[in-house]
């Protein structure tokens, strides 16, 4: 699978967000709490195909 450009990770309030009508992959601050959730976050994200291509 290849896509045209890298991913540009953002962070945002939900309300500000310019790419709230397209696609893209949210992860709301409010699960990144804690280092265990960071890590469970993080482990999530290693499963997805996309990840190799972000920035």
């Known amino acids: ?24 992959y949210r992860v709301f601050s409010v699960k990144l709490r804690t280092r265990a959730d960071l890590l469970d976050w993080t482990s999530h994200l290693m499963e997805k195909n996309g990840l190799p291509v972000t920035v």
């Open 1 to 24: 699978m290849a896509w045209p450009e890298p991913v540009r990770w953002r962070a945002h309030h939900e309300g500000c967000d310019p790419g709230r009508a397209g696609r893209h």
